[in-house]
Nanobody, 120 residues
Framework: QVQLVESGGGLVQAGGSLRLSCAAS????????MGWFRQAPGKEREFVAA????????IYTDSVKGRFTISRDNVKNTVYLQMNSLKPEDTAVYYCAVVASIHSPRGVYWGQGTQVTVSS
């Protein structure tokens, strides 16, 4: 049974930073491309970032480029999202997911989400 557990969300002022973690279990995590998505109130869930199984390639949605960094540690079965220079529009529930591939970052398995709130 695949389990993805996010942590690290919280309340932060605009301009601040947070690091989200996603601990994976139940499959050979090191073979999977992984992604982060978010859903703001009243909006559809959107793609944020993805990383290949090896960590050798990453992609980002335009609105977070230069501010967010996705990384992974396959020994710890954990993927991270470092978020800097946070803006109020980054407020959302953030989800990690096993994705079909970095070329088609559709979520296959999902975590339960962690709330990120950025105050102005």
């Amino acid at each position: 049974q695949v389990q993805l557990v996010e942590s690290g969300g919280g309340l932060v002022q605009a301009g601040g930073s947070l690091r989200l973690s996603c601990a994976a279990s139940g499959r050979t995590f090191s073979n999977d491309d992984m992604g982060w998505f978010r859903q703001a109130p009243g909006k559809e869930r959107e793609f944020v970032a993805a990383i290949t199984w090896s960590g050798g390639r990453t992609i980002y949605t335009d609105s977070v480029k230069g501010r967010f960094t996705i990384s992974r540690d396959n020994v710890k079965n954990t993927v991270y999202l470092q978020m800097n220079s946070l803006k109020p529009e980054d407020t959302a529930v953030y989800y990690c997911a096993v994705v079909a591939s970095i070329h088609s970052p559709r979520g296959v398995y999902w975590g339960q989400g962690t709330q990120v709130t950025v105050s102005s």
